[in-house]
Every structure is written in structure tokens, then in C-alpha cells.
């Protein structure tokens, strides 16, 4: 038997973040494991044999995805069911991360689990089509839906924020829509007692929603993102934030206006819960700051 755990996703967020805390670990990036070339993915598996695969890669390029439909697919459908299929033939636990992308967007109640789908656009398509394919592979598995996901050194709207609230006097900022910033370390912190779960009853093989605690609006973490950077001192040019809709920003993707995630049934049955989202915007801040 090889490593216990595989993660595939080596410079991203949620990878970065597993990476940092697993032991016994083998994590490869692109240049190991092509997620453009599914095809090539089953035989990575097979001559690691972890004793549990992770896929903390996604196609995540959400108005660039209107354009690449087809490497959009193939990153977030067609790669994840490789993998999922040579995880249940290895009779080893996978774990696959999804999105609030899957539903369509509107109203204001939080996302339970079993609630319909829909997705707005290509991403959300492709994402959608890789959850499918998870569960039709027959293994043991955990999808967690999450939302917002960041982290305090990749590109994210954490760090975008930083960077153009040192450059700019004014900015504007979406205010309607509404969801709950995912600290990347949160995520992959909780990820590990979730597998626990799930090897000692495999009957817990399923989709999860697994965001941070409360919510706000893009406006509002921005607004949340500042105070808490001037709160410690962070040099910042900004002098006003303006809330404007999404009508005003257009994208070549429709955004959701609602990404609230009801995430009861992780903690009920996996134990597991994220911290509040302003505690992850703390942690952030503590690494840069």
C-alpha cells in the first residue's frame, strides 16, 4: 500500500490547505496529473494505490467556462469520474469538492441537499455533472457543496480586495448577492474527520453542504475585509465602498443571488461544522498581517 492520502490539486486553495495539515501525503499538480487528459488520471491512482484519494482540483474560471465548455467539462465532469470509478475499484474512500453552483440562484432560503438543481451556467453545468458522476461510479464517497471558498495567498476576492483597496480611493461592489465566505484551511480541516466518518459507516457516502458560518453579501465581506485590515494596521488607499447590483457588473456567466447552504446535515451526521465566516477572515489576516 502506498501513501494514505492522495490529494490532487497541489497549488490550490483547498489542496494548499490539506497539504499543510495531512501526513503521510502524496499531492500532485498539473504537471502529474492532467485533469485536461481524464483518460490518463486512472493509472496515477493505480501506481500511488493511496488508501484515500482527494480531488481538490476544479475548473473555476466561472465566465471563462462560457467559452471553454468542453475543458470545463472534462477538469470538473469528465476527471472526477475517472477518478471516482478507480477509487471504488481500489474499494478506497473519494473525496470530491462541488459548489452552490449546482442550483439556480433565486430566493432567499438557505440550499438543503436534495433540493433541485439548476444550474445558471457552464460551471455550474460542469459541476453538476461531476457530482452525478461521483455517485454513479459505486464507491465510497463525500461531496461537500461549498461557497466563497479563499485563502490569504491565492487569487480570490480576499486578495483582490487587498490589492485594489491599496491601488484605488473608490471601488464598487455587488451588494445582492448573498452567500457565506469559506476559509480554504476551515474547509480542509474539517474534511479530515468527515473521512473518519464515512470509513466507519459507509453509509454516510454523500453530498454535503459545507460553507463557513452566517452570511453576508460580496459587498459586505469586502466591507468586513477592510475594517479588519485598518483594524491592524494594513496601509489602504480606500476612502469609499460603493454597494451597487449585480445588474451594474455584468458577466459573461450569471451569478447566483443566493448561495445560502443549509449545512445541518454535515453536522448531524459527520460531525463536522465550519467557524463563523469572520473568524476565517481573522485566521486570513493572521497570516498576512
Not at 208 to 232: D, M, P, V
Request: contains cysteine; glycine residues 8%; negative net charge.
Amino acid at each position: 500500500m502506498g501513501a494514505k492520502f492522495l490529494v490532487l490539486g497541489a497549488t490550490g486553495q483547498v489542496g494548499s490547505a490539506l497539504n499543510a495539515i495531512l501526513d503521510d501525503v502524496v499531492v500532485l499538480g498539473r504537471e502529474q496529473a492532467d485533469f485536461s487528459n481524464p483518460a490518463s488520471l486512472a493509472a496515477v491512482v493505480e501506481n500511488i494505490r493511496p488508501q484515500i484519494l482527494i480531488n481538490a482540483v476544479a475548473y473555476t474560471q466561472v465566465d471563462k467556462a462560457e467559452s471553454e465548455r468542453d475543458l470545463a467539462f472534462a477538469v470538473n465532469a469528465e476527471a472526477p469520474a475517472v477518478l471516482a470509478q478507480i477509487a471504488a475499484k481500489l474499494e478506497i474512500p473519494f473525496v470530491h469538492y462541488s459548489t452552490d453552483y449546482v442550483f439556480n440562484g433565486s430566493g432567499e432560503k438557505a440550499w438543503d441537499e436534495d433540493d433541485a438543481t439548476a444550474p445558471l451556467n457552464i460551471y455550474g453545468e460542469s459541476k453538476r455533472a461531476g457530482e452525478l458522476a461521483v455517485q454513479a461510479a459505486g464507491g465510497k464517497y463525500l461531496i461537500f457543496r461549498t461557497s466563497w471558498v479563499y485563502d490569504a495567498v491565492g487569487k480570490n476576492f480576499f486578495n483582490t480586495m487587498l490589492r485594489l483597496g491599496r491601488e484605488r480611493e473608490q471601488l464598487s461592489v455587488v451588494a445582492d448577492q448573498f452567500g457565506a465566505p469559506t476559509y480554504a484551511p476551515h474547509l480542509a480541516a474539517a474534511t479530515l474527520p468527515a473521512i473518519v466518518a464515512l470509513q466507519n459507516n459507509t453509509e454516510l457516502s454523500g453530498i454535503y453542504h459545507l460553507c463557513g458560518g452566517g452570511e453576508t453579501s460580496w459587498y459586505g465581506f469586502a466591507e468586513a475585509i477592510f475594517a479588519e485590515a485598518k483594524a491592524r494596521g494594513v496601509e489602504l488607499k480606500i476612502k469609499e465602498l460603493l454597494p451597487i447590483n449585480s445588474d451594474a457588473y455584468p458577466t459573461p456567466a450569471k451569478r447566483p443571488t443566493n448561495s445560502r447552504m443549509n449545512c445541518e446535515k454535515a453536522r448531524k451526521l459527520l460531525g463536522i461544522s465550519l467557524p463563523d465566516w469572520h473568524l476565517g477572515l481573522q485566521d486570513a489576516f493572521s497570516i498576512i498581517a
